[in-house]
């Protein structure tokens, strides 16, 4: 008799379904507050610097709202905290209007910048303008980014086909985004798993003056057991190690050849196979 061939799903870290990411771009002021928001729920995220773009140290603003930290600022601000910091090009340009080794350069040498100032690899990305084509993807590509988030609201809980166009879930001030939120909340997902991913500037909460939407929100998505709150390279990390876990023919046993533990879901059943382990799995 032929055995039936048992799905297996991704679970991430303790069995989870479900795992909230959030990404904010160009290091405002806001920034801060945006930031004690999340850490008071045990929420992380992403934040996309422009390296070339730091404010001088007590030099006036340039933008009455898009007010610009000094580096010494983003520092107190980021090193050392559980956020993930990616790069937005040196001085917020528009790499498909560029010569591609031009943006390639910038790419570069933002990548260069923020691993100096912050003293971690960088190999996240999130586009200018959102802009990008088939060019650009490749200089990402070419300097090492693993990946790239578009502005393109995909409007539903999916993870990307391709990590450098990764589409999120959706802005902020999107109309329905109590109605994904609810929904991220009460399904299940006990297939596959789900990705609720949320981007925005911290500077919009300003100008549209709702920060207690933004409380609101994370109070409700914030501090649950069964969500794991992930920087963006941290899920892209973990589901690459999903991606690169060695199964038998017929999924009897398998082998995490990763430096980190990945959990999995068979036949209802979840198991961690940690780092470097062969596991045997239920038939
Ligand atoms: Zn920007």
């Not at 801060?32 to 610097?49: C, E, H, P, Q, Y």
């Not at 010494?72 to 591609?100: C, Q, R, Y």
Request: proline share 6%.
């Amino acid at each position: 008799m032929i055995p039936v061939r048992e799905s297996i799903y991704p679970r991430f870290p303790g069995g989870k379904t479900k795992v909230f990411t959030l990404s904010f771009d160009d290091g405002v002021e806001q920034d801060i507050r945006l930031v004690s928001i999340m850490k008071a729920r045990g929420i992380t995220g992403t934040f996309n610097l422009n390296s070339g773009l730091f404010r001088e140290e007590n030099a006036p603003y340039s933008h009455p709202l898009i007010r610009r930290l000094p580096q010494t600022e983003l520092v107190d601000l980021f090193a050392g905290s559980d956020m993930e910091i990616a790069v937005h090009g040196m001085k917020h340009p528009n790499w498909t209007e560029l010569p591609p080794e031009t943006a390639l350069l910038d790419i570069i040498e933002d990548r260069k910048n923020l691993e100096r100032i912050f003293q971690k690899p960088i190999r996240g990305c999130a586009y200018p303008y959102g802009a990008y084509n088939e060019t650009v993807v490749r200089q990402l590509q070419a300097a090492g980014i693993r990946y790239a988030r578009t502005v393109r609201d995909t409007e539903n809980f999916s993870f990307p086909e391709n990590w450098l166009t990764w589409h999120p879930t959706c802005h902020f001030a999107h109309k329905k985004i109590e109605e994904f939120t609810e929904k991220f909340l009460n399904e299940k997902f006990d297939k596959n798993p789900a990705i609720f991913y949320i981007w925005g500037h911290s500077y919009e909460l300003e100008a549209l003056n709702n920060w207690n939407v933004m409380e609101t929100l994370l109070n409700r998505i914030g501090r649950r057991t069964d969500i794991w709150y992930a920087t963006n390279i941290a899920v892209y990390d973990y589901m690459k190690a999903f991606h690169r876990l060695n199964f038998s023919a017929e999924t009897t046993f398998v082998k995490n050849p990763s430096a980190i533990s990945v959990w999995i879901e068979k036949k209802g059943e979840i198991l961690e196979i940690p780092a470097g382990e062969t596991k045997e799995l239920p038939e």
